[in-house]
Antibody, heavy 122, light 109 residues
Framework: QGQLVESGGGLVEPGGSLRLSCEVSGFSFSDHFMSWIRQAPGRGLEWVSYISNTGETIKYADSVEGRFTTSRDIPKNLLYLEMSSLRAEDTAVYFC???????????????WGQGTTVTVSS | EIVMTQSPATLSVAPGERATLSCRASQSVRSNLAWYQQKPGQAPRVLIHTASTRATGIPARFSGSGSGTEFTLTIDSLQSEDSAVYYCQQYNNWPPAWTFGQGTKVEIK
């Protein structure tokens, strides 16, 4: 089924930068679209970004467009989220997740990591 | 952006009874809709995709229906372990921005 493990979270000052990683194992990373989703404390889920299996197509939520960059290193089985110009409202648990149906956007998100916490505060 | 609206915000149901959760999209998402269950401190788990297809390993008491803008998640014979927050999510390809509903909290009476 596969496993995802996020890392890189931590405390950062407003305006700062952070890079999150998501290590993938147990499935063919190059076959699946991947996504980042976040959850602010006590709040619901918010979609952040998705990236196609080849890395050619990347989309972002309006709330992070121009500040966040998603990428993938297929040989290393790693997904990244580079975050800059961070704001207090970016404070959240960040999850990476796999799109279910290979080489498509269909089927929902069927494999999730445990999440990594990002806190933006001075 | 497609706005997903879930109702009710909280649902209290007795064990063995049925829970019916609703999700409405601000424009058609066809059948590109998933339902997730999230328990405290855990990552979400997909229950239903393509509006009505149960994900692998999901018990038959969970069912989804609807298309276009109106969707329903039904949980039959509610069990104590079904206490959780349930989210719908649209993954339509246009506009290219996914969105989640705000969630429905299911409590066991």
């Amino acid at each position: 089924q596969g496993q995802l493990v996020e890392s890189g979270g931590g405390l950062v000052e407003p305006g700062g930068s952070l890079r999150l990683s998501c290590e993938v194992s147990g499935f063919s990373f190059s076959d699946h679209f991947m996504s980042w989703i976040r959850q602010a404390p006590g709040r619901g889920l918010e979609w952040v970004s998705y990236i196609s299996n080849t890395g050619e197509t990347i989309k972002y939520a309006d709330s992070v467009e121009g500040r966040f960059t998603t990428s993938r290193d297929i040989p290393k089985n790693l997904l990244y989220l580079e975050m800059s110009s961070l704001r207090a409202e970016d404070t959240a648990v960040y999850f990476c997740a796999r799109v279910s149906v290979a080489r498509s956007l269909r089927g929902g998100l069927d494999v999730w990591g445990q999440g990594t916490t990002v806190t933006v505060s001075s | 952006e497609i706005v997903m609206t879930q109702s009710p915000a909280t649902l209290s149901v007795a064990p063995g009874e049925r829970a019916t959760l609703s999700c409405r999209a601000s424009q058609s998402v066809r059948s590109n809709l998933a339902w997730y269950q999230q328990k405290p401190g855990q990552a979400p788990r997909v229950l239903i995709h393509t509006a009505s297809t149960r994900a692998t390993g999901i018990p038959a008491r969970f069912s989804g229906s609807g298309s276009g803008t109106e969707f329903t998640l039904t949980i039959d014979s509610l069990q104590s372990e079904d206490s959780a927050v349930y989210y719908c999510q649209q993954y339509n390809n246009w506009p290219p921005a996914w969105t989640f509903g705000q969630g429905t909290k299911v409590e066991i009476k």
